[in-house]
């Protein structure tokens, strides 16, 4: 599968912001997807992920409250939806899928990539 994450942009602290993650080249109903992100000088690391069943979902700590993760599956389309968002949200978000049952939170677990779009926010 081919992803192509989207949406990103630049906001300002307490804004929504909704970002894409368009698979091609077979069905996520197959898939687990996670969102990853990474700021400068510092690791990648995970936002939320679900399942293939839809379900899941799993978020971190840092955004549990703030953000939703949801599935399009007739449009092939992973969604993040970011709401109340802080400046230390601010870095570039991946979108990843692999074929297990239950979403990962080690970006290791993840076979396929997106390649990420930008978040910025301001103050």
């Known amino acids: 599968v081919q992803l192509q994450a989207s949406g990103g942009g630049l906001v300002q602290a307490g804004d929504s912001l909704r970002v894409s993650c368009a698979g091609s080249?077979?069905?996520?109903?197959?898939?687990?997807v996670g969102w990853f992100r990474q700021a400068p000088g510092k690791a990648r690391e995970f936002v939320a992920g679900i399942d293939w069943r839809g379900g899941g979902p799993a978020y971190a700590d840092s955004v549990k409250g703030r953000v939703t993760i949801f599935s399009d599956i007739p449009k092939n389309t992973v969604y993040l939806e970011m709401s109340n968002l802080r400046l230390e949200d601010t870095a570039v978000y991946y979108c990843?899928?692999?074929?297990?049952?239950?979403?990962?939170?080690?970006?290791?677990?993840?076979?396929?990539w997106g390649q990420g779009t930008q978040v910025t926010v301001s103050s």
């Open positions: 990843a899928a692999n074929r297990a049952l239950r979403v990962g939170t080690m970006a290791s677990q993840y076979v396929y």
């Open positions: 080249g077979d069905t996520f109903s197959r898939y687990t």
